[in-house]
């Protein structure tokens, strides 16, 4: 995933990624679609982080 992706585009994936998930419930690949979900969870939890951390260093 580039560096230079946005928290608004990070959102838009895991928002996609919820409903993927979601809609693979019964399916083979749902552990897979989930740890995706998931990791998208926590790049966005540590770009919103930055994003404060840079606004309180100024």
Known sequence: MP????IEELQ????H?????LMAV???DRAEQVAYRD???RNLQ???EAAGA???DE
């Open 3 to 6: 560096a230079t992706v946005s």
């Open 39 to 41: 990791q998208l969870y």
């Open 26 to 28: 019964g399916q083979p």
């Open 12 to 15: 838009r994936r895991y928002d």
């Open 46 to 48: 540590a770009a919103r």
């Open 17 to 21: 990624a919820c409903t993927v998930a």
């Open 54 to 56: 840079e606004s309180t």
